[in-house]
């Protein structure tokens, strides 16, 4: 008899238990591009789609409407301006001029205008017409598309600090 | 047992009850180890944990408490538990990528996760408090966590009206309405046009029967006479509307006979002026000038055509109308002048504008198209079709209505069809069991469902009676949205005031303005009051804007204010007469309250002024960046360069001061300029005046 209720107390104690094991669950793996909420095709290469997130979509929607004149070579309704104008307004895209800005020089930039921050009068100030998070929006969208692809810097950015 | 054995315990016993002990120890300890070991527990632990390991662990642990943490949102009946484990969704220290889920923060999005819970939009099980029920299909719950592609879906269900955070979504309902599901489908919120497919009930005088086999055959290969031209380019994912039927050769013969005996009255050849058609006998060169004419007219900003550039075919033009390139290897030549000289007299619903044709254009136009839009060898692989046979046009008549084609073209004398196909007002909301999957090897979600029956309705149900569409992957994920945001008729949950309705103004007006609306259509491609077309510029405050001369002297002959676009406004040939009551209509209803035009006086504008206005806009301000005078200055916004005669000094004024109030999606940044500025910019700009030459050019163009 012994043996046998030991078993069974092991199988009673064993089956009580089992199920609060907790269970791993495969994580589906799923192409980042689907998952994104939107995607921009790569501007120098027609086979690369960027998966962008909420924010960055909405700094594709800002940027397509009001940015997309002068800092593209190919607009929605046909050639681009930038070509006409001195000095040539950047391409969103290029990574070798804007990963060096920080965040807040291109906030201050669009806000304010090209003449507020010592650069060409040509870029129009955008702070009455775009939200404040319509242009971190835009921000965010030129990090995402930028080539050579863009790297936070690595210190703690300001949202560490004390307010 | 023996007397004196009794009060002892024996060995037996003893062991016994220490196992027993044990066991009931082992017992209860169960609960309180399950209890211990539950998934939220370990994952708020876990939080502890990391957040020690960050450096703001204060911020990060502020609100944070040892339990179950829920939102509830009673008016949408929704509880939601997400953020028990989820604790960081709202700490913008957590948002790098770096950080290990449940952890992470939230992208930043329009709603506080912490306002609105997470269920509302992603879906899955906000009761739950173990991981897989909450994300996944399970026997208690049927909708599972909507994959991140159709989140846009979710937005539906209380912002019914498109928003431009949406793109996704607005773009699957255009194509729902595009490609006309609502022909068979009841689909709440989308527009329902008020001619879906052509009426056909005069459709042999326009079309032979072999055109309309091949059309019915394939209705994608029109335009490619070998099958292989690529199409892209334009607009790549452009369609002909009409899907394809999967029909038999019986079925064509049959259809293409029954439509082609719908002759109604016979359309009487066009006399044209004798001495057009001798001109044109001795001159044949004058066929290059319908080309002109036709390229002068812009008929290319509704229709397109293929052009074919290294081998490559390409579509160019509008996507209003059909595309053109071979139509008059489809229409007959009778046929196209009557539709040319009146569209309405032939379709009713018709969207084309009713031109003011001269003898000669009409002439040469036609011409054209016969000559050169044309490919003999389009019909080359349709077997030789006779008459139809009365046996022939009974099926074919049976036919019409068993396929369903009643849903979208109308045939007098045939009772129009509805609710040919289930209803999809509540299609988000199904559940799995709710689904007929029958046999198919398709996976069993909503989703999987949904794209299976959009890419091809066969692999769900052999006998699927739905046609074929062909759609690119972009599409197909948009299309599968906007059907996953169908959630019905809201039940009274007080749902309904937190619902922002869709609108669907109209804009009919009367008189003799309402007729010349209609005949020249131009609600197709201009707004007004909300209503029309969004090609051109909206209308809806034009007679704030634009100087009454202007405006009839822009009718009489449009040139574009934007020279880069290159869609245009078609040559209407508008008579003067015409013009002028277009113009007192436009200058006298479509105003703005905002612009005061007696207000401003421009016989006080100075030369100082205008001279401060000059250096603002070249220097200080840098307007030719965008805006062209004369020959310099860019390209996106108008032309200034005749603003002086074009625009109302007070328009210019408030425009200046906040364009989007005028224009509501204007590009324009709008500026803090003083009102000294404004006024001296207002005054240069009023001095802007460009007298004829350009306009003469372009009448000569005319060639008349």
């Known amino acids: ?163 | 047992m023996l007397p004196e054995e009794m009060g002892k315990i024996s060995k037996r016993f003893r062991w016994t009850f220490a196992l027993l002990s044990v066991f009931f120890l082992a017992v209860l300890a169960v609960s309180p180890v399950r209890e211990y070991l539950r998934a939220w527990k370990r994952y708020e632990r876990d939080y502890v944990r990391f957040a020690q390991t960050r450096p703001d662990t204060k911020r990060l642990l502020a609100d944070f408490r040892f339990e179950i943490n829920q939102i509830w949102i009673p008016k949408m009946d929704v509880v939601d538990r997400c953020t028990t484990c989820h604790q960081g969704i709202s700490q913008a220290s957590l948002q790098d990528s770096s950080v290990p889920e449940p952890f992470r923060a939230h992208p930043p999005i329009a709603h506080r996760a912490r306002d609105w819970g997470c269920v509302i939009c992603h879906r899955g099980q906000g009761l739950a408090t173990e991981v897989r029920d909450a994300h996944d299909t399970t026997l208690a719950w049927e909708q599972p966590i909507l994959p991140v592609q159709y989140i846009q879906a979710s937005c539906a269900e209380c912002h019914r009206q498109d928003l431009p955070q949406t793109p996704r979504l607005n773009r699957g309902r255009e194509l729902l309405a595009k490609h006309i599901c609502v022909g068979c489908h009841r689909l709440p919120g989308i527009e329902r046009a008020v001619m879906l497919g052509p009426d056909l009930t005069n459709i042999g005088s326009k079309v032979s029967r072999q055109w309309i086999y091949k059309w019915l055959k394939d209705p994608r290969t029109i335009l490619a006479s070998d099958g292989s031209v690529v199409v892209n380019g334009y607009e790549s994912e452009d369609e002909p509307r009409m899907p394809k039927f999967r029909l038999g050769e019986n079925e064509l013969v049959a259809l293409s006979g029954y439509l082609s005996s719908l002759q109604g009255e016979k359309i009487q050849p066009y006399k044209f002026d004798p001495r057009v058609v001798a001109e044109w006998e001795k001159r044949p060169d004058l066929i290059e000038q319908g080309e002109t004419r036709f390229r002068q007219m812009f008929c290319t900003t509704c229709h397109s055509l293929a052009v074919t550039r290294a081998g490559e075919t390409k579509l160019i033009g509008g996507d209003i109308g059909p595309e053109l390139t071979k139509v008059a290897s489809k229409v007959n030549s009778d046929w196209l002048v009557a539709w040319l000289r009146s569209p309405q007299a032939y379709l009713l619903h018709a969207e084309m504008p009713r031109y003011q044709w001269s003898d000669r254009d009409l002439f040469v136009v036609s011409r054209y198209i016969e000559s050169k839009l044309t490919d003999t060898t389009l019909l080359s692989d349709v077997p030789a079709l006779g008459t139809p046979t009365p046996s022939e046009v009974q099926s074919g008549k049976q036919l019409f209505l068993e396929k369903g084609c009643g849903s979208c073209h109308v045939i007098q004398g045939v009772p129009p069809q509805t609710d040919y196909g289930p209803d999809l007002s509540s299609l988000g909301l199904k559940t799995i069991s709710q689904l007929e999957f029958g046999n198919s090897r398709i996976p069993r979600t909503l989703v999987a469902y949904i794209e299976a029956k959009v890419t091809n309705p066969l692999s769900v149900n052999a006998a699927a009676r739905m046609p074929q569409y062909s759609l690119g992957s972009s599409d197909l994920t948009a299309l599968t949205t906007a059907l996953l945001s169908m959630s019905g008729s809201s039940a009274p949950t007080g749902l309904e005031g937190l619902i922002l309705p869709a609108r669907h103004p109209q804009f009919r007006p009367a008189g003799t303005f309402g007729e010349l609306y209609e005949r020249y259509k131009c609600y197709v491609c201009h707004r007004f009051n909300g209503y029309g077309g969004t090609l051109a510029p909206d209308l809806t405050f034009e007679g704030s804007r634009a100087q009454h001369k202007w405006i009839v002297d822009f009718l009489k002959n449009p040139q574009t204010l934007r020279p880069t676009l290159t869609f245009r406004m078609p040559q209407f040939n508008i008579p003067i007469e015409e013009a002028t009551v277009l113009a007192d209509y436009l200058t006298m209803v479509m105003q703005t309250p905002n612009v005061n035009l007696a207000g401003t006086d421009r016989k006080a504008f100075t030369p100082q002024m205008v001279s401060l206005g000059k250096q603002l806009y070249e220097v200080k301000y840098q307007c030719q960046s965008c805006h062209t005078i004369g020959s310099t200055g860019g390209y996106v916004g108008p032309n200034l360069t005749n603003a002086g005669n074009w625009m109302n000094p007070a328009w210019i004024e408030e425009w200046l001061k906040d364009p989007q109030s005028l224009v509501a999606d204007s590009i324009e940044p709008r500026r803090n300029f003083t009102d000294q500025e404004r006024t001296a910019l207002t005054a240069y700009l009023m001095t802007l005046k460009q007298s004829g030459p350009a306009q003469a050019t372009a009448a000569a163009g005319r060639g008349q």
């Not at chain 1, 921000?139 to 936070?152: D, E, K, L, M, N």
């Open chain 1, 1 to 163: 008899m012994k043996p046998k209720l030991t078993i069974v107390l092991v199988l009673v104690a064993g089956a009580s238990l089992t199920p609060s094991c907790h269970k791993k669950v495969a994580p589906e793996k799923l192409d980042p591009i689907l998952r994104a909420y939107d995607t921009d095709q790569d501007w120098n290469d027609s086979e690369r789609v960027i998966p962008l997130n909420y924010q960055q979509a909405q700094g594709k929607r800002v940027f397509y409407q009001y940015c997309v004149w002068c800092h593209a070579d190919a607009t929605p309704a046909g050639p681009s301006n930038r070509s006409n104008l001195n000095p040539m307004p950047p391409l969103a895209n290029d990574g070798a001029v804007f990963n060096s800005l920080s965040d807040d020089f291109l906030r201050n930039t669009i806000t304010l205008g090209g003449s507020a921050v010592g650069r060409s009068a040509l870029m129009p100030a955008w702070g009455i017409t775009l939200k404040p998070e319509e242009i971190d929006a835009v921000i965010a969208f030129y990090r995402a598309i930028a080539q050579p692809p863009y790297q936070a810097p690595a210190r703690p950015g300001p949202q560490y600090s004390v307010r």
